[in-house]
């Protein structure tokens, strides 16, 4: 019996040394392929690829000190030759970055080996901006301080909206309107014209438009008109088509051509669109950038911190005046500005203050007459026979600000 468990536990010894071996040599084949596979990555790599060269080389060594350890049987001497060549490997790729962007810049040939600067706004412009933004009160006439101070909110511009408002202030006058609608050769006349507004309306209620899209499209109509007489059969193509071209510069997501033909109950084809098109782009020579009283409104009533309602009734005023052909030649600042004079008026709210005559750039005096037009303009709204504007404006939405009356002509 005694020699019976001698003999297994001599067996039991062999089958445990076997199988250790075996381990051994498959660790050792394993991290081999290891070794070969960084070898080939390391010269194989391309010239953009040289940055990793170090993170390439370190598994190099790990792998062969592992190999070499098992090898020998000491794990000692392993930690002390990987620790040792660590940071020989380090020590290398110390100066790898120099030579990496050296490399990378001179393989692409634009810099000779210069690596290119990141662009930086300098701080000496950004702190006379901002100087400039919240400079003394009495750099400003009578005391006024400019509206524009928000800068820590980048989606305002607040730095440059004042200069793009006197930009749009003198792009207006690229784009001058005559009163066309009195010539004796134009076919259109102001009644037509205003039946083509009230529709427009209609259209941009209908299909939920924004508003500038609106007021964008009376302005292109003008703009043609002005200059090209056009058959009373194709005003309402003329209509549609600007209001096209606007809803491709106003819109996210303007509506298809094919809604445009179906509005226009299929009096005009694809290619009479296209054409027409074509014909409104080179009267303006492809510039319909053009500068709109809405804009303005905007800002005046932002500056001067008016109430939504207040808003909302000056909009009404100037929406009405698009219908009315005795204010084509009037610039799009200078009739936003009467239709909040007037709304202010209308609505008991102050006059015609400093701050307002700064901001807007006119007067009271200049807007004296225009103020006075437009009043008889709201006075006769009521009798009018287009009402879709004054419906509009009757909607609690709009704060029912249509239903307000007029200002008595002896207190303007």
Known sequence: IQAHTHRLNLARKRSKSIDSSKQAQKSKLKLSTITTRNRTKKTDSKPNLEKNEADISLPCFISEHFSSAIENGNSSKMEQSFTSDKSECHEQSKDMPEQMNVSSTSSSGSLSGKVRPVPVIPASILQKVEEDIRSPINKYPDGLRPYDTELRDPFLVAEYAESIFQ?????????????????ENCETTGPMRAILVDWLVEVQENFELYHETLYLAVKLVDNFLQNNPTPKEQLQLVGATALLIACKIEEHHPPPLDDFQY??????????????????????????????????????????????????????????SLQEAQFVDVRSSKISAACLCLALKMKDEGDWEANLSYHTGYQEKELSTLVTNLNTMVTNAPKSKLQTIRNKYLHPVFFEVAKIPAVDPLFL
């Open 263 to 320: 509005i226009c109950d299929d009096a005009y084809t694809h290619k009479m669109f296209i054409n027409m098109e074509l014909k409104i782009f080179k009267a303006l020579d492809f510039d319909v950038n053009i500068p709109i009283s809405y804009s303005f409104l905007r800002r005046y009533a932002r500056v001067t911190s008016m109430s939504m309602q207040l808003l909302t009734l000056a909009r009404y005023i100037l929406e009405l």
């Open 167 to 183: 930009n749009l202030k003198k792009r207006e006058a690229k784009y001058p309107v005559i009163n066309y609608l009195i010539k």
